[in-house]
């Protein structure tokens, strides 16, 4: 079957650095993305890796390694309104959208 | 510029009663349409999603439907909800070939009770 693993949770400190792994198992791969999820809110595009490397957006970067089925979102000099879930999805041979469960990170003063 | 109205963005329900949540999309022709649910700590889970008018693809068996009556609107519906069909739905488009950049609505939180 297809799976997307990321962790449930995470704490981290005002100022400070996080990075949320994801790694997945998946038919094929075209491409994956990370989302911004606020409570109550729609998921908004953070980033979009479909080859090898890193891509620095800003205070965040997502990083990918396709041998490895892996992946992570960088966020530096965290601030409160970071506070969310991030959600990290995979494009499968077939074009569609496999999604992990989400990471909320929780950002502590 | 695109943008996407879904609504209501909540709704309360009693059991066995009908549903219809709506969509549209302004900005752009011949969008591809998604419905989503999330379930409270759990992944997006693809309901159905459409390529054209009259156009829909079911990714889940279950007692929703979707209709896309024109280019822009797209309509999740029940007749009879369900405990389990509570949860928070999202409607999203995205360039017809392209599903490289989802634009999601602002979701609609249904409890059904």
Known sequence: ?109 | SQTIHQWPATLVQPVGSPLSLECTVEGTSNPNLYWYRQAAGRGLQLLFYSVGIGQISSEVPQNLSASRPQDRQFILSSKKLLLSDSGFYLCAWSVAGEIEKLFFGSGTQLSVL
């Open chain 1, 1 to 109: 079957g297809q799976n997307i693993d990321q962790p449930t949770e995470m704490t981290a400190t005002e100022g400070a650095i996080v990075q949320i792994n994801c790694t997945y198992q998946t038919s094929g791969f075209n491409g994956l993305f990370w989302y911004q999820q606020h409570a109550g809110e729609a998921p908004t595009f953070l980033s979009y890796n479909v080859l090898d490397g890193l891509e620095e957006k800003g205070r965040f970067s997502s990083f990918l390694s396709r041998s490895k089925g892996y992946s992570y979102l960088l966020l530096k000099e965290l601030q409160m309104k970071d506070s969310a879930s991030y959600l990290c999805a995979v494009i499968d041979s077939n074009y569609q959208l496999i999604w992990g469960a989400g990471t909320k990170l929780i950002i502590k003063p």
